[in-house]
């Protein structure tokens, strides 16, 4: 249901990016979500810090917040990375890492209901966040994605929800997957500990 984030003819746009510079986006308000990721085997990889838009995606961010206080996001995996793309995680239903249902992750969301789209103002660049969603724009829940190069053809179809402040060379360190399996990890790192400072 939300594996497929992206239709496969969009992302030809992305497969031949080049490695971008880590972006410059200056910590705002926050709350800020930081997630230590670690390597399938439980090593450590580093820390990833996003500052999450409140401003702009109000009812997304909460649910991140949410979530992410509740433990829900911890040992959840990144189930889907395509290099120049994005990094897609979240799937607190079926992604735990070494979990019975792991071969869905990506099918899922959290027991929480859907969230009607909050479209925006900012473009996904490297290092934006947005939600990732099924075909109803309004069918996002647990799910989103870390941008590792410029996907503007993303712009008002996707909410964005944050910005990386700290980790870009964790983030492009994540475990890319098959590009020929719409970038289905296999033994995929995963996030460890989620924490929320506000």
């Known amino acids: 249901m939300r594996k ?9 746009a992305s497969a031949a990016q080049a490695q971008v510079p880590a972006p410059a986006h200056e910590d705002g308000p926050g709350p800020n979500m930081v997630i230590e990721v670690a390597a399938a085997d439980g090593t450590p990889k580093g820390t990833i810090t996003l500052d999450l838009l409140a401003d702009k995606a109000p009812n997304h961010v909460a649910r991140l917040v949410e979530l992410a ?7 959840v995996v990144f189930h889907r990375v395509i290099d120049g793309f994005m990094a897609q995680t979240g799937d607190v239903e079926h992604g735990k890492q070494g979990g019975a249902s792991a071969a869905m992750a990506g099918m899922g969301g959290s027991d929480l209901p859907d969230l009607e ?5 900012v473009s996904f660049q490297a290092g934006t966040v947005g939600m990732a969603r099924a075909q109803d724009p309004n069918s996002a829940n647990s799910q989103f994605f870390i941008d590792l190069a410029p996907a503007t053809f993303l712009d008002g179809q996707y909410t964005v929800v944050g910005q990386l402040v700290e980790g870009w060379d964790v983030l492009t360190q994540i475990k890319m997957g098959d590009a020929n399996a ?9 996030m460890s500990k989620v924490t929320i400072v506000e």
């Open 4 to 12: 497929a984030l992206i239709p496969a003819a969009l992302l030809a």
């Open 117 to 121: 789209a909050e479209f925006n103002d």
């Open 182 to 190: 719409n970038g289905t990890v296999e033994a995929p790192d995963y």
């Open 69 to 75: 206080k509740a433990g829900a996001y911890d040992g």
